[in-house]
């Protein structure tokens, strides 16, 4: 059974940190890439980082700088250390996992196959 579980949301002021965490089982990361996206209530979903087989990563522009993607050794966590936050990233973030043949759409939602129930981070001023 696929299971990706995220932790380590929570609430707070801007400037300051979160690392948000994602467990990954019951698939073979190392086939996968894999992304952290967020939605904020009334705002579409979009991706924020993404980490591929080769440990390359790709951000959005706006976190570029201040945010990173990172994973384990073995796959099995994903990671996503925040800092600098501001207010603009408070959202329901989530992990997903898409197979290796789609990842070349990396920034599509749609190719992604798997996602976690999120976490949320609340950024206040």
């Known amino acids: 059974q696929v299971q990706l579980v995220e932790s380590g949301g929570g609430s707070v002021q801007s400037g300051g940190s979160l690392r948000l965490s994602c467990a990954a089982s019951g698939f073979t990361a190392s086939s996968y890439c894999m992304a952290w996206s967020r939605q904020a209530p009334g705002k579409e979903r979009e991706g924020v980082a993404y980490?591929?087989?080769?440990?390359?990563?790709r951000y959005l522009d706006s976190v570029r700088g201040r945010f990173t993607i990172s994973q384990d050794n073995a796959k099995r966590t994903l990671n996503l250390q925040m800092d600098t936050l501001k207010p603009e990233d408070t959202a329901m973030y989530y992990c997903?996992?898409?197979?290796?043949?789609?990842?070349?759409?990396?920034?599509?939602?749609?190719?992604?196959?798997?996602w976690g129930q999120g976490t949320q981070v609340t950024v206040s001023s």
């Open positions: 980490i591929f087989h080769d440990g390359s990563t």
């Open positions: 997903a996992a898409a197979p290796y043949p789609s990842c070349v759409y990396y920034r599509r939602s749609d190719r992604y196959n798997y």
